[in-house]
């Protein structure tokens, strides 16, 4: 038995793996070159290892790349299921364009996108800098995934790499920790209950090594809850109402059972922030929408890490959010996305026009403005009422109108929008 | 799979993709560890855990370390990096009893230094092993450190780190 021996062997098996599935055939480039990426990153791995003597470095090593093979195999999966025709493929384009945009990327800083039909009921991304730079990997479930009024939600990830984008200038970390501090500071009284050994003066709390320590994990909850936070935010301002409302499909009223994951702020104040940042975005909150919600069961925590999450949850309702509503606000308008207008309703009304009369819409000027023309297509309930077969399939016959105007979308953008002769 | 060469642009991101703390800091282990063997080894790795230490502590232009002022958080910034570094430290016995902030942070400025100086002048004696020694032991315990800080969540409600 040798550790070194199989990790080569596990990460041979990788490789194979990996030749296995570029075999497929892809509808677009991107996740082809997503393998050829994963293919030089464990070939690196193996090479990292030759020459290696059996010692402690070399231990941690091998532990690093059975890490490495743990993280990524699952990506190996969704890379295989993003061939799969339940996609909605008319979409990737236009988003990725979107994304682009959004992103402010010139020629030598791309973005690529995989989408993938998942058989887990979230739409979830891959996003981390380990995982693959320069790609969003956007899964929604196979049960929606041909469901194009769900496009709102890949705004969402889209904000994980632009809250990333922004981390070396934004500083969140500075802004969270400050905020988790002062929360902490506030409830003196309760925190030495919980930390008793901690003598520091409250003032001091930056400065004292084992005082700050305590805050470990409150900090890093705080961090997790204002990313995610701020991607919502971004998501709102890109797509308006449409956001609220794919919102509202894919999660009201709650998962009943599941334990609030304490990375997120729980379900109603998740909304409770979304409605605070619309009012500034210029966003219509759709009649009663708060009331859709109910909160997810709170975790099972010890009574210290249950303050902490306390801790947590105060900071950024209190203190991040609203810095983090103003710099998604400025972000956007930095990134030539203006707030909604008067224009943005007239607009949507006349794509609504179009599929009043079940024909694509042309010469739309953002992406937005379509999804949100469909959603109020797909609440309004005297839609199409003169023709019952229209009515009776109005999810497909609308998602069909939906991806229809994405493409004659791109080709107008392709083409500057300039119709053949 | 016809395993053509990688294009630069997917050298960029592989190279990315290895700048996870624990990979670097156990890489610059290995490095070190072939230095000491006064075998042919790449010190790239050395230098991007260099870098990485430098936005830890946060330097300022003149090259020293920001001072704290105790009005907002340490330039460590999170308490995690303060626990990663200073446990770190303990492990590879560069330092004990780091009770302020501050000396952590200034503990790690000097080990940056030092690493940032074996990067420029690549030691040529027997005579500098103590010192590769150290450092190397200092890597190993940061790698493990960083691992042991980033465990991989195997709770319900995450079943994968990068799944959101």
Redesign the interface.
């Known amino acids: 038995m040798d550790i070194l021996h199989y990790t080569r062997q596990r990460l041979q098996g990788i490789l194979d793996e990996v030749s296995c599935l570029a075999e497929s055939d892809f509808p677009y480039p991107d996740p082809r070159e997503a393998l050829n990426i994963l293919r030089g990153f464990f070939e690196n791995g193996l090479k990292s290892l030759s020459g290696a003597q059996a010692d402690d470095a070399a231990r941690e090593a091998c532990a690093i790349c059975l890490r490495d093979i743990f993280l990524h195999l699952p990506l190996l999966g969704f890379i295989s299921r993003s061939t799969d025709v339940r996609n909605s493929f008319e979409m990737v384009r236009p988003f990725t364009r979107l994304a682009g945009s959004t992103l402010k990327l010139d020629g030598s800083d791309y973005l690529r996108l995989i989408l993938s039909s998942e058989w887990e009921y979230s739409p979830f991304v891959y996003i981390h800098v380990p995982a693959i730079p320069c790609y969003m990997l956007i899964g929604l479930p196979a049960s929606e995934s041909s469901n194009p009024l769900l496009l709102p939600l890949a705004g969402h990830e889209l904000g994980h790499r632009v809250y990333e984008k922004l981390q070396p200038s934004t500083d969140f970390e500075t802004l969270v920790a400050h905020a988790v501090v002062s929360a902490a500071q506030a409830r003196w009284g309760e925190y030495k209950t919980h930390f008793p050994d901690v003598d520091c003066d409250p003032a001091r709390l930056f400065e004292d090594s084992a005082g700050y320590e305590t805050l470990e994990l409150a900090v890093e909850w705080a961090l997790r809850q204002a990313e995610e936070t701020f991607c919502d935010f971004l998501a709102l301002r890109i797509f308006g109402q449409s956001l609220l409302y794919a919102t509202a499909y894919l999660l009201s009223p709650r998962i009943a059972e599941a334990e609030r994951p304490v990375y997120y702020p729980n379900i109603v104040a998740r909304i409770d922030n979304l409605m605070r940042a619309s009012e500034q975005y210029g966003v219509q909150i759709p009649t009663a929408y708060r009331n859709m919600f109910s909160d997810l069961i709170e975790p099972n925590l010890s009574p210290t890490q249950g303050f902490l999450l306390s801790l947590a949850d105060e900071a950024v309702k209190d203190k991040v959010v609203p810095d983090l509503i103003n710099i998604v606000d400025e972000y956007a308008s930095d990134a030539g996305l203006p707030k909604r207008s008067h224009a943005d309703e007239e607009e949507e009304r006349r794509i609504r026009s179009r599929f009043d009369k079940v024909a694509p819409a042309e010469d739309c000027s953002s992406i937005a403005h379509i999804l949100n023309a469909a959603w109020g297509a797909y609440e309004d309930e005297s839609m199409w009422q003169h023709y019952s077969k229209l009515r009776s399939n109005k999810r497909r016959v609308l998602s069909d109108l939906i991806l229809k105007s994405l493409e004659v979308f791109e080709i107008e953008q392709v083409t500057g929008g300039e119709h053949p002769q | ?1 016809c ?2 060469e ?2 630069s ?3 960029k ?2 190279w ?5 703390l ?2 670097l800091a ?2 610059a ?2 490095a070190l ?2 230095l000491m063997q006064r ?1 042919q080894t790449d010190l790239d790795v050395v230098k991007r855990l260099v870098k990485m230490l430098g936005n830890y502590v946060k330097y300022s232009e003149s090259g020293a370390p920001v001072p ?1 002022n ?5 330039p460590l ?4 990096t ?2 990663i570094m ?1 446990q770190a430290m303990y492990d590879s016995a560069l330092a004990q009893n ?7 942070r200034e503990q790690v400025f000097e080990v940056a230094s030092r690493l940032g100086k074996l990067v420029q002048e690549p030691p040529v004696s027997d005579n500098d092993n103590e010192e590769l020694k150290q450092l ?1 032991s200092f890597c ?1 315990a940061l ?2 450190q960083a ?1 042991a800080h980033k465990p ?1 969540p195997f709770d ?3 079943k ?5």
């Open positions: 799979m395993a053509r990688l294009t642009f997917e050298k991101v592989v990315e993709m290895e700048g996870d624990p990979s156990c890489r282990a290995i560890d072939k075998e704290a105790g009005t907002g958080p340490s910034v999170t308490p995690k303060l626990v200073k780091l009770t302020r902030v501050t000396q952590v190397r190993l790698s493990r691992s991989m319900q409600s995450v994968h780190p990068y799944r959101r």
